[in-house]
């Protein structure tokens, strides 16, 4: 993958096989303005409402892009010769959509991406990729809270449910996210001294919990200690 990548599809990386074609000059629609793409596909047309100095996008701008006609997406933000450049928001006709910071027209440093589905992540991205630190919440409020490698969590980090119970971390071969061993595990019971005497309010043989055990009175405590 070349080391500048051009921005005409933001974030395809999630979506596209890892081998990108190289990117490509492509001509603006309806003028000579070009635009970087580093997803070329002769079915794609591209259309930018901003400036186009010196023939290449610049400055600030919405960049949209159509398959065989069709609309499918658009960037807004700034473009610095043919690449989008710092703060930009993306929108996919499928819903998806992505606000960020972009380097050389891919997304790196910190990003927010939605899904259709209501799955969304928070976190740091390097060259268009889920790459770093990270947060993805899922649409029943479970979330993975940890480190992500090209767009895979790697479990290094903690699955926490929608009641707020925290476990370690388990991704399976499919980079599937989901809770692992409890974290902090609470002690669930104690049982009775064995020398204690049970007393009229446990019958004999009953197992105590530890939180019953600890919350008896004190004079109850003196008389089981006669």
Partial sequence: ???????????????????????RAVTVEGSDCRVWDQYPDRRKSIRW??????????GPGVLRWFHDGR???QAEGRMVDGRMEG???VAWRDGRRLDGTFRG???????THVWSDGRVYRGEWKDDRRTGLGTLTF??????????????????????TADGRRHRARVDARGIVGAGAPLHRPPQS???????????????NRTQKLEEWLNQSDQFLRDRAR
């Fill in 87 to 89: 703060q930009g928001r």
């Fill in 190 to 204: 104690a049982a009775m001294p064995p020398d204690a005497d049970p007393g009229p309010d446990h019958p004999p």
């Fill in 71 to 73: 609309y499918d997406g």
């Fill in 139 to 160: 649409p029943n409020g479970n979330k993975y809270v940890g480190r992500f490698e090209r767009n895979r969590p790697t479990g290094e980090g903690e699955f926490v």
């Fill in 1 to 23: 993958m070349p080391a500048r990548a051009a921005l005409l599809l933001p974030c395809l990386m999630a979506f596209l096989p890892a081998s990108a074609l190289a990117e």
């Fill in 105 to 111: 027209g891919l997304v790196s440093g910190h990003a």
């Fill in 49 to 58: 409402s901003g400036a186009c100095p010196n023939g290449w996008a610049s």
